[in-house]
């Protein structure tokens, strides 16, 4: 016993005079990951498997059709013919009132050579809160089953669990990913995906066949509970080399999302109430400069969010405003200059990126007082801030970002250059545990955590970097990176 105390005190100390002589901020974790190809699998993997029979319905995705969360939008592909229209669709609770809905839109683009399958986008309203639903697609002998549960009603002490994913794309770093998620612990009820979805952009051509092969990838998630879907710059496909110069073609005909239920006149910003949770999704590739659609849009809509009705103010976006790594460094720093002022004013509890393809956890922090002449520049310390959380993880064909800026600055907790997710488990109206899961290349390790407390009922302060252990800082130098999606 005396002796199990020395040591481990003797391990304490080297461990506390190591971190002092290497961090200035907070913990870069030395974890080093094993090396798997980062290519995409390949189009006979059983993941893009096509379902059976003649002008089967694919690609199943579901998302929150309105504003509070009464409505789904469902969404699937047929590829040879439109087919059926309709969704067929019961409550768990009433088998005998089956129902038809009727809303569809039925849409499908030219991409160079590429013309997609029938687009369907179909929007099931008045649904009960907090209920399972069946759903069936197709018809004839090409009915295919799912079914989702609706989020809860509205309210301030609702809990609910959130999973986080971004940049996923659909390597085998993908699939680990995506099969932490399903087995997470937490049983997260829905995505917040932060953007960079196929990566069919880093193709030859933009090969768009890998826009349904992601389709089918996740559609074993997507198909039963709510993706809340965010632009990145892979879903672009801006390539005047080959005659494409409408921006984000392809996302914006698979991808509906309620936005005009929040008075949005752009698919690529909107906001949705869920739970105890209001959420803001913003385009980091979309003008938000003063006078802009989405500046007037985020201006009118931050006053709305009535933290009595939800507490949880959640923005998400592609693009970091706050990243350490070496890769799209200071990418953030002009949308950040137009918005963190607002972020703070309205205490906004997390700000949730991706696009750097690590993982990064910050301090609350804020930036916001430089005006030019007085050179205050820095980052400080500042309770009313969000935490800005990076979990560009998911896992991409373009590999890790493993370089680091060193030292690793004061506003950064906690950073890691290893794939995965996390989850976003609010309690009530004042606690949320949040918990980011290393892939670990074989299990689901929780390597970052951290206790919310929630910015307008609770604003304490938080754990010190939460509960990670502090630990040197170790160079990780693996993989090369493309960052540069194909054109020719
Ligand atoms: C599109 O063009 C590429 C390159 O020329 C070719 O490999 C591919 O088969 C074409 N696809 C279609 C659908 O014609
Ligand atoms: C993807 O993951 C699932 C679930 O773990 C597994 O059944 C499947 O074989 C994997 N596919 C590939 C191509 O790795
Ligand atoms: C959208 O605008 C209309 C008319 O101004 C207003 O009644 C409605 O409450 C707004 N909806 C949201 C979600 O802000
Ligand atoms: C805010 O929400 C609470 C709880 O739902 C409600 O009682 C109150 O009237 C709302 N305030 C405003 C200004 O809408
Ligand atoms: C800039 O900030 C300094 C110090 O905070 C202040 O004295 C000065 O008036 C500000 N200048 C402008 C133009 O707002
Ligand atoms: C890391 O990034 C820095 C800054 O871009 C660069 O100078 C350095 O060579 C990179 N290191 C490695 C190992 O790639
Ligand atoms: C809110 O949740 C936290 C964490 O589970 C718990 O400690 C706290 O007592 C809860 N607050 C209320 C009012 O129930
Ligand atoms: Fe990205």
Redesign the pocket.
């Known amino acids: 016993m005396g002796s199990f105390v020395a040591s481990s005190s003797l391990t304490y100390c080297v461990a506390v005079l190591i971190f002092a002589v290497f961090c200035d901020g907070g913990t870069t974790s030395p974890f080093v990951r094993k090396i798997w190809p980062s290519v995409a699998m390949p189009f006979d993997s059983d993941v893009f498997a096509l379902p059976l029979g003649y002008n089967a319905p694919q690609q199943v995705h579901i998302t929150q059709g309105d504003h509070v969360g009464k409505a789904v939008i469902v969404s699937w592909v047929t590829p040879d013919e439109p087919g059926s229209n309709k969704v067929h669709y019961w409550s768990e609770k009433d088998h005998k009132k089956k129902k038809y809905s009727e809303d569809t839109v039925v849409t499908s683009y030219k991409y160079y050579n590429y013309t997609s399958g029938y687009i369907h986008h179909c929007t099931i309203k008045d649904l009960e809160p907090d209920t399972k639903y069946h759903y069936v697609v197709g018809s004839g002998h090409v009915r295919r089953q799912f079914w989702f549960v609706t989020p809860p009603e509205v309210g301030p002490d609702v809990p609910y669990t959130f999973g986080l994913i971004g940049d996923l794309g659909q390597t085998h770093d993908s699939n680990v990913t995506l099969t932490h998620y399903e087995q997470n612990p937490y049983n997260p009820k829905a995505v917040l995906y932060v953007g960079d979805l196929s990566y069919a952009d880093d193709h030859p051509l933009h090969n768009s066949l890998r826009w349904d092969s992601w389709g089918r990838f996740v559609e074993r998630s997507v198909a039963y509970q709510h993706w809340i879907w965010v632009s990145g710059n892979h879903e672009i496909d801006y390539c005047p080399e080959i005659g494409e110069y409408t921006p984000f073609k392809p996302y914006l005909h698979r991808y509906e999302v309620p936005y005009r239920e929040s008075n949005s006149t752009s698919p690529l910003w909107y906001s949705i109430k869920r739970a105890s949770a209001y959420i803001i999704v913003l385009s980091s590739y979309s003008a938000y400069a003063i006078y802009t659609p989405q500046y007037q849009w985020l201006k009118e809509e931050l006053p709305k969010v009535n933290r009595s009705e939800t507490p949880w103010l959640i923005v998400l976006m592609h693009t970091p405003m706050y990243n350490s790594y ?1 890769y799209h ?1 200071m990418e953030g720093e002009s949308m950040r200059v137009v918005f963190e002022p607002w972020f703070v004013e309205h205490k906004v509890d997390v700000v949730i990126a991706g696009h750097v393809h690590a993982y990064e956890r910050t301090e609350r922090i804020s930036n916001i007082a430089y005006n030019i002449t007085n050179g205050l520049a820095t980052p400080v310390r500042d309770p009313n801030a969000p935490v800005y959380i990076t979990i560009g993880d998911g896992g991409n064909l373009e590999g890790i970002a493993n ?1 680091m800026t060193e030292p690793q600055p004061d506003y950064s907790a906690y950073r890691e250059a290893s794939f995965g997710h996390a989850i976003f488990d609010i309690k009530n109206r004042t606690h949320a545990y949040y918990a980011w899961n290393r892939n670990d290349d074989g299990t689901a390790a929780e390597a970052d955590s951290l206790w919310f407390h929630n910015r307008y009922w609770y604003p304490d302060e938080e754990g010190e970097n939460g509960n990670s252990r502090k630990r040197t800082i170790n160079k990780m ?1 693996q993989n090369c990176l493309i960052f540069q999606s194909w054109c020719p």
């Open positions: 070496n460094y370089n130098d």
